[in-house]
């Protein structure tokens, strides 16, 4: 068994702006950024959206695609501040995770999601000598109780007011 260096655990701040959600995962490819542009645009074209990723060998740059430069700028932010190569980040306004979370799921770079949200998330990242890497997130907050029937009332009604439920 090889031996390692140390290990430095750290969390990072997600900045997620105003009436926006953020989809953070792990992936694989160069041709990330384009392909979940696509997805994005192609499942719902209104959204509002930018999206960066890292790369984790060859010139290690970060990649980005979307259409609007203050979203796009925050991801490159976001992803500054974690320093772990091949992940994604997505903000977006104007769509949800819902929306396209399972087509993104299915793009073959795409390796896993770690959050989808507009909660407050703090990244769980481990940092060695040659970069860091993503171990999970806290996402929101913990439980307060358990759904009483009238939360359970409330929910199934919000559900219907927006359209998810007939």
Not at 89 to 115: H, S
Not at 122 to 133: D, F, I, K, M, T
């Amino acid at each position: 068994m090889r031996k390692g260096g140390d290990v430095e655990l750290k969390t990072v701040k997600i900045d997620i702006p105003e009436n926006c959600n953020v989809i953070l995962g792990q992936t694989h490819f160069i041709k990330t950024a384009e392909d979940l542009y696509e997805i994005v645009m192609t499942t719902v074209p209104h959204a509002i959206f930018g999206i960066a990723f890292t790369e984790a060998s060859g010139p290690c740059l970060i990649r980005t695609e979307g259409n609007d430069d203050g979203l796009i700028d925050a991801c490159v932010k976001n992803l500054q501040a974690l320093g772990a190569g091949h992940v994604f980040c997505m903000l977006m306004r104007g769509a949800y995770p819902i929306n396209v979370l399972n087509q993104i799921k299915n793009c073959p770079e795409v390796c896993r999601i770690f959050c989808a949200t507009a909660n407050p998330v703090e990244v769980v990242v481990a940092a060695l000598s040659h970069g860091n890497g993503v171990l999970g997130v806290v996402d929101g907050l913990g439980p307060k109780g358990i759904e009483t029937p009238e939360d359970k009332a409330h929910r199934k009604e919000f559900l219907r007011k927006i359209g998810y439920k007939l």
